[in-house]
Antibody, heavy 117, light 113 residues
């Protein structure tokens, strides 16, 4: 069974940092691109970032470029999102998502990040 | 970026009746080399992550009931739920994966009338 379990969310001050982790199991982790998608409270879904299976290729939404860094450790079956220079508008539930053969096929339960002073 | 616009924003349907959700993209998501539409539909129930329902605009994900169907091509797509069930109450999102960044519609909330 595919499982994606996020951790690391919480409260951060504007300008602060947080690191999200996503532990994956139940599939060949290194064979899949991994994504982060976020959802502000009561709002829709917004793609944040993607990393390829080897970890050599990454891409970001313009809204987080230069502030967020996605990475992965295939030995630990874990993907990370380092979030720096946080803004209030980064407040959201962050979902770890598996890139399937076609598109986003499995989603974690999400981790809430709140940016507030 | 490709903008996805869904209509309506919400709808209320009686149990057993049909629900229809539309999705329009600002550019075609039909890839001519394979004649596939890079369009997916997701269902999100309260307090849960989204669940993939349909990809390639009309292919149901494994385990998705056949009352869910997708249609359309190019820039205009439809998700139809025939015979709405109580467990179908959710927000539905369309998403294009034709171009980076992948983008979602704003969501359509389906409720029971």
């Amino acid at each position: 069974e595919v499982q994606l379990v996020e951790s690391g969310g919480g409260l951060a001050q504007p300008g602060g940092s947080l690191r999200l982790s996503c532990a994956a199991s139940g599939f060949s982790f290194s064979s899949h691109w991994m994504h982060w998608v976020r959802q502000a409270p009561g709002k829709g879904l917004v793609w944040v970032s993607r990393i390829n299976g080897a970890g050599a290729s990454t891409i970001y939404a313009d809204s987080v470029k230069g502030r967020f860094t996605i990475s992965r450790d295939n030995a630990k079956n874990t993907v990370y999102l380092q979030m720096n220079s946080l803004r209030t508008e980064d407040t959201a539930v962050y979902f770890c998502v598996r890139g399937g053969v076609v598109t986003f096929d499995y989603w974690g339960q999400g981790s809430l990040v709140t940016v507030s002073s | 970026d490709i903008v996805m616009t869904q209509s309506p924003d919400s709808l209320a349907v009686s149990l057993g009746e049909r629900a229809t959700i539309n999705c329009k993209s600002t550019q075609s998501v039909l890839y001519s080399s394979n004649n596939k539409n890079y369009l997916a539909w997701y269902q999100q129930k309260p307090g849960q992550p989204p669940k993939l329902l349909i990809y390639w605009a009309s292919t149901r994900e494994s385990g998705v009931p056949d009352r869910f169907s997708g249609s359309g091509s190019g820039t205009d797509f439809t998700l139809t739920i025939t015979s709405l069930q109580a467990e179908d109450v959710a927000v539905y999102y369309c998403q294009q994966y034709y171009a980076t960044p992948p983008t979602f519609g704003q969501g359509t909330k389906v409720e029971i009338k």
